[in-house]
């Protein structure tokens, strides 16, 4: 196994990256669905699928809906601007074959939704589903699919963006896959160094393990980061969350299983740094192309667009060497002005302050129990480490 890190990190270096990597963490917890938010998705959720499977169309019949999308891999974030987040139904039909027309089943499923007075009041058509809109929570995205009967793996077809014909898919086999990928747990070689040196000085140095895994928050992030740098970007260019999220995956399972890492924020970065490798150029009628291919069915290009859309590969590439260099950036800074100015560069000024305004309160609570730090390189923290010194309680605050 390799260990791709020139020397062992000092205890200040290792305090540093550690809270870099804490506050992005809570960064990406700032993004998340509040629990009010949450019920009211899984409750819209249960009741639209109810609503759906009820219909006496015969075309309707066999039906199942499921979550796909960023819901389901647990990589939602609020988007810019707005409160709402992007909910995505399947509505797989059973029984029907590629035989019948996307269009029809698409307008089935319009048909059955306009029968709710509620839902015929907050639906919109779109390309290739239907989507609800809940003012202010979120929007949800219906989207039809059948089975694939060249599918050896359970695949799907979804319409394509004219309905005019069936593109294969495969959403629940890429979910399975990314869960098992986001359970890989990197090998921490400064953990193993830490947790022998701690032993010595009987002073332990926890190494953070974040809730919901390295992999998930890379998506997060890096999906935070793209929605800034094209916020303002007037064409439609912005590289897609299924191609950030593939890639990413496709990276983390190879750096993890390959290398030995320093600690988590070093897995983040080279993870983001390695997800240009698995952009394919195969020929294909003699024309060389570009392929993110899903790797849960056969014929799935999640790149499409790039071969007819040129500006969407420079775009991708341009992005992720800002990325990349973003993130790196914060691995090498000291002093937490700097980091925290470069978080709000790199993923939005509201967003960080209302994160370290978080912290500032627990670092609040943490002066009046004796539990604050002073941490070598990032100033004063909750965490304990041999690089980091007691701040002596203040019952006055100032007064």
Sequence with gaps: ????????????????????????????????????????????????????????????????????????????????????????????????????????????????????????????????????NYASDFHLDISPTIANP?????????????????????????????????????????????????????????????VKGILRRTVQLLKRHRDLEFLHVQEEIAPISIIITTLAMRSYEMCVRRHVFADELQVLIDTIRLMPVFIERPLVNGRQIYAVWNETTEGENFAERWNEEPARVEAFYKWHGKALADFESLRDLVGLDAIVGSMKDSLGDKLVARTMNRRMDALNEGRKTGALMLGAGVGLTTQKSTASTPVPKNEFFGD
């Design 1 to 132: 196994m390799n260990q791709i890190f020139s020397h062992p990190l000092t205890d200040t270096a290792i305090q540093r990256r550690a809270q870099v990597f804490t506050i992005l963490e809570e960064i990406c917890q700032e993004l998340e669905w509040t629990q009010t938010q949450f019920e009211k998705a899984r409750t819209s959720y249960e009741a639209v699928a109810d609503w759906l499977s009820g219909s006496s169309d015969p075309m309707l019949a066999s039906l199942h809906v499921y979550l796909h999308g960023s819901g389901a891999l647990g990589t939602s974030i609020k988007p810019i601007g707005r409160d709402e987040f992007d909910v995505d139904l399947i509505s797989f039909i059973l029984g029907l074959g590629p035989a019948i027309a996307p269009a029809r089943l698409k307008a089935a499923i319009g048909k059955r939704l306009r029968e709710h007075a509620y839902y015929a009041s907050i639906l919109e058509e779109k390309k290739r589903c239907w989507r609800l």
């Design 150 to 210: 060249n599918c050896i793996n359970g695949g799907e077809l979804v319409p394509d963006r004219k309905l005019r014909d069936w593109h294969a898919t495969n959403p629940r086999a890429y979910r399975t896959l990314f869960d098992e990928r986001a359970a890989l747990v990197p090998r921490m070689t400064q953990s193993i160094i830490a947790a022998q040196r701690d032993a010595a000085t009987t002073e332990p140095f926890p190494v953070r393990q974040s």
